[in-house]
């Protein structure tokens, strides 16, 4: 596609349950980052893809937070038992080169979750 | 810690004046700097700036880095209502991943 695309584009969840966000990268980009951004706030890292392996999670909040990328194109973050303060935009970015590059990286539209 | 600090937080302005937008940083080995706009929807990638003192420019906009005092700024000339947006400074690392560290981000309004 011509850009990186999220779905769904909102998302309300009662507390207590699992949510699972998708997004799909730029056709061919290697790497895949995923942000959490707060009310407010500039986004915060969570973790990163280059192809299909999560090479750096140090960012995600907690055990319930799960990222995959099984076939290095599209990819799921997954939030179980979610909380109020899960409550967010989560961007999806990608770009077309690996770690050891300096390298653009293209956002897309994020996913706003409400939890109740 | 790896820090971006944007000033002002918000700036409201007149259509036609011109803004200039602050990014310091504390990173260790840094990478690269990225400007980013962003409305109601996704960061739009504006410039990436690795080296001290060589101007990027695009239009109206215009960026440089000053890597020896640690600081951006982006310039905005002959400001439109269009430009009316949260500006994004970001910090890559270099460091395993290559993520970036944003600032909490400069909220301008241009007013008509």
């Known amino acids: 596609g011509a850009g990186v695309s999220q779905s769904p584009r909102y998302k309300v969840a009662k507390r207590g349950q699992d949510v699972a966000l998708r997004c799909d990268p730029i056709?061919?980009?290697?790497?895949l980052f995923w942000y959490q951004q707060a009310l407010g706030q500039g986004p915060e890292f969570l973790t990163y893809?280059?192809?299909?392996?999560?090479?750096?999670k140090s960012g995600l909040p907690s055990d319930r937070f799960f990222a995959e990328r099984p076939e290095g194109s599209v990819s799921t973050l997954k939030i179980q038992r979610t909380q109020q303060e899960d409550s967010a935009v989560y961007l999806c970015?990608?770009?077309?080169?690996?770690?050891?590059?300096?390298?653009?990286?293209?956002f897309g539209p994020g996913t706003r979750l409400t939890v109740l | 810690e790896d820090k971006v600090v944007q000033s002002p937080l918000s700036l409201v302005v007149h259509e036609g004046d011109t803004v200039t937008l602050n990014c310091s940083y504390e990173?260790?080995?840094?990478?690269?700097l990225l400007w980013y706009k962003q409305e109601k929807k996704a960061p739009t990638f504006l410039f990436m700036l690795?080296?001290?003192?060589i101007e990027k420019k695009s239009g109206r906009l215009s960026s440089i880095l000053d890597k020896k005092e640690l600081f951006s700024i982006l310039n905005i000339t002959a400001t439109q209502t269009g430009d009316s947006a949260v500006y994004l400074c970001?910090?890559?690392?270099?460091?395993?991943?290559?993520?970036?560290?944003f600032g909490a981000g400069t909220i301008l309004r241009v007013k008509s």
């Open positions: 970015a990608s770009s077309l080169k690996g770690l050891a590059f300096t390298d653009t990286q293209y």
């Open positions: 056709s061919g980009h290697v790497s």
């Open positions: 893809f280059q192809n299909e392996a999560q090479l750096d």
């Open positions: 990173v260790t080995n840094f990478r690269s």
């Open positions: 690795t080296s001290s003192g």
């Open positions: 970001a910090v890559g690392p270099r460091e395993y991943g290559n993520k970036l560290v």
